[in-house]
């Protein structure tokens, strides 16, 4: 998986240009990343022929602050 350090619009063409935050294999997870524009991306590929849904999962919150 390949995590961007912040997203601050939702431009998605400003994806290229955003740093990447790490890129992420096996049974380590990522840190948790903290997002200050009210926006986060996460794309996940694969060079498996066939996923199944209990392959990959994540979750996130919104908070107050």
Do not use: H, W
Request: charge should be positive.
């Amino acid at each position: 998986m390949d995590i961007y350090t912040e997203i601050r619009s939702d431009n998605a063409t400003k994806l290229i240009e955003t740093p990447f935050g790490g890129r992420y294999c096996g049974p380590i997870p990522p840190r948790r990343r903290v997002s200050l524009y009210q926006g986060i991306a996460l794309s996940y590929f694969t060079d498996k022929n066939m996923t199944l849904p209990s392959l990959f999962s994540g979750r996130y919150s919104f908070i107050n602050a």
